[in-house]
């Protein structure tokens, strides 16, 4: 029932900016952390950012601040907003969280290129 959609991906230039967005459907019950993960084919999952229930956020070095995670509760919706993209940036971007941290969205790509 529970299920995680991430939207906004698309081609942008290097330095450009994308916003994503979760959205979560279902009923999860007790809130908990949203992340944002991105993965290059043949690479394991990243970890990117973090936001808490209560809007504690945290984010890998690599994108500490050009990256945002926001999250909207009223409209079950977490956001990332990234800034600077540059061209290794190009994966793959999932949404992840509920209990266990166990539901995951089917993704959505995202294309730094020239």
């Known amino acids: 029932q529970v299920q995680f959609a991430e939207s906004g991906g698309g081609l942008v230039q290097p330095g450009g900016s994308l916003k994503l967005s979760c959205t979560t459907s279902g009923t999860i019950g007790t809130p908990y952390a949203t992340r944002w993960y991105r993965q290059v084919p043949g690479m394991s999952r990243e970890f990117v950012a973090v936001?808490?229930?209560?809007?504690?956020?945290n984010y890998a070095d690599s994108v500490a601040g050009r990256f945002t995670i926001s999250r909207d509760n009223t409209k079950n919706t977490v956001f990332l907003r990234m800034n600077s993209l540059k061209h290794e940036e190009t994966a793959d971007y999932y949404c992840?969280?509920?209990?266990?941290?166990?539901?995951w969205g089917p993704g959505t790509q995202v294309t730094v290129s020239s």
């Open positions: 936001i808490t229930s209560v809007g504690i956020t």
């Open positions: 992840n969280g509920g209990t266990f941290a166990k539901y």
